[in-house]
């Protein structure tokens, strides 16, 4: 993850003038827009229409009647709401930014609003501010989203009849488009930013230590946990069957709210035609494919913010020294409407750096003490372009172009680019938005704890005292104080060039890319068993050639588990060799291993829905590594010159090995499910009243088909997927014009369960099926039962 994916058609195309800035609060948008919407299988719209306000309109209208309840509630949430309608202390959901309550979360969009950053965004001039395509996209989304409500009954249980259920305006649709670009930055800070307040009388608090703080940053940037990530693959032609290029996209989201992924084809006749998902809420397709190229994104390793240690004034913590001379911070005072109670007032700190954090997350502490504060910069608090960027990809026609639409418009906030066109060419870069630190800046202006979170994190803590640790800028850069993309990592035309969440340094196994600055990722450490298991599969698929779209199929869905293929075998062999095959419990009861021992050695290494001894193993597996440091797990460490097979041969002489294994068996005989139960009966979601089987496993398996279930220790099951494969793509071409495209949508389009949509591609997905999409215009017309609606605003 689209963490933030980006948007529609090229900035090449359009002319140089600027539309207004998208109508204020009051006044909800309007304008006599239409679209013609065709449905083809499984709900998937192909929208059609005269112009880019046009197509917004149609694209707003079908996303509401998909998930009206999810935008709306995204809605209310840039609009700082929540505590009004839902409570101060409920749950936002994480879906917009890492706020633990609805007060925060409120405070923080409150605090946006009231500082007018999306509209001073908006009334920049292209490219550093949207163009007029952009801004018209906007307007028209929330336009056809209005016009949905008014001419529809909301039946969807999840807010039917709800009063926070309004008319938005384009700055509501401008405003979400931000959230979105600052999640890995602001966005993953806002508790820390709203509860960030000066010492008092009763003294400052203590200050953790440095070394204990830089470990938590280290634990709170490991991707192990993250809750968006993806893999992507692009093949040149020298390794398919056509000498064509071949994309496939998986990118890792959510499944529920709103970072749910949602497909449509937009098209703008002469100008425009692209297909593929969308992050719900955002104008235009995010990770797709035309005529000529495809592409998609994985969540990049670039750390999008830096953190400024603050030197105070002893006379007033609100104030700061730069080069000797005092500084006042900025108070942003903020109000919020909260349900059932009075009003809740606090006060933001704002810097010349950005506002001031007490924490990065639960675990991070970042104390304002009488002597130091922590500032927070997010350069993509001033990137409102991912629409363009997205914009120039639908309109590309190679990579190439995609690389010079990532110049033009550089807004990407977090993640990486992979895509393959029809002449064979390969790309894999990490053009995103990052904080300029150079190596050599951090070496000279990082603060005590910045020495050590730098090297081990990629997060920068630089002295904010001195004017000589500011960012610079480059050249190619379209704002100041970043990289320009000519610094970005870049692989072109390699035969694959692949990227499961790792840094770019094994994109290609065979061509490391190295040479890049710190804060984009690191060189010649492990690699994650995602990203091992993932290079194995492909530069096989890239040794033996001949490749089609039916092999990227095959590929999602083959549901290998590296860890198992890495750690069975011995765990099998230390099982069986144990004292009377018993082990002892974390909580001291000996428990007989002896079913498992067989379970573990004829377990075929899969997560798909028959495979016996799949849920066993990932049960043991969550325990171990929960128990055993990576350090210790292995018996041969990583090897930076053999960085795909190491490390390797699981060290079972720990003792977390034998209480890891009881520990499994006793978890699944107490809920009474058999130690060879098939996964599909264990790992499933809910859809209708029926159990549909999930294949797939979980990060620390090293699964390509990646999902993370919710775990029910009663019943021994997940029994919802939290987040894993949600969009797919598989692209490739022929001598035909048509894109040969499969997709699948693995949650459905719709969030409606009264929706015949909001199962069926979940079906599919079960089943291993795939939706062919239908792109060129005769196949379209060709669709069964195909249903055309013509929109309008009135």
Known sequence: MTLGAALVTAAALLPPAQAAAPRGDAHPSGGGLSATIRYTEYGIPHIRADSYADLGFGTGWAQAADQVCVLAESYLTVRGERSRHFGPDGDPGGQLSSARTNLASDQYFRGVRAAGTVERLLKQPAPQGPSRAARELMR???????????????TDPACAGAAWVRPVTALDQARLGFAIAVLGGQGRAVDGITAARPPGATGAPEAPGTRRTAEAVRRAFSPADADMGSNAVAFSGATTAGGRGLLLGNPHYPWHGGRRFWQAQQTIPGELNVAGGTLI????????????????????TGVPFTLHQLTLDPADPTAYVVDGRRERMTRRTVTVP??????????????????VVSALGPDLALPWTARTAYALNDPNAANLRGSDTALGFAASRSVGDVQRALRRTQGLPWVNTVAADRNGHSLLTQSQVLPRVTDG????????????????????VLDGARRSCALGSDKDAVQPGVFGPSRAPTLRDAPYAENSNDSAWLSNADRPLTGYERIFGTVGTQRSARTRGAIEDVAAMAERGGLTVRDLQRQQFANRAPAGDLAAADAARACAALPSQTATTSDGKAVDVREACAVLKSWDRTMNPHSRGALFFDRFWRALTAKVPDARRWKVPFSASDPVRTPHTLNTDDPGF??????????????????????????YAVRGGERLPVHGGTESLGVWNKI?????????????????????????????????????LSYSQSSDPTSPHSSDQTRLYAAKRWVTWRFCEKDIREAPDMRTVSVRER
């Not at 939290?722 to 495209?741: E, F, I, Y």
């Open 708 to 744: 993370d279930g919710q775990w029910d220790p009663r019943s021994g099951a997940y029994t919802e997927i939290r987040h894993g494969t949600s969009h797919l793509q598989a692209v490739g071409w022929d001598a035909s014009a048509c894109p040969r495209a499969r997709t699948l």
């Open 338 to 355: 909260v349900k059932d109670g009075p009003p809740v007032t606090r006060t933001q700190w704002w810097t010349r750096y950005g506002p």
């Open 281 to 300: 809420g955002m104008p235009s397709v995010s990770i797709g494919f035309n005529g000529r190229v495809a592409w998609s994104h994985t969540v990049a």
């Open 658 to 683: 034998a209480t890891a294994l009881a520990d499994a068996v006793a978890e699944l005989r107490a809920a009474g499910v058999p130690l060879d139960a098939r996964l599909g009966d264990h790992q």
């Open 140 to 154: 028209g989304f929330a336009a056809g989203y209005n016009a949905w409500l008014r001419q529809h009954r909301v």
């Open 441 to 460: 800046l951090a070496a000279r202006c990082s603060t005590a704890l910045g020495k050590l979170t730098y090297p081990a994190s990629g997060v920068a």
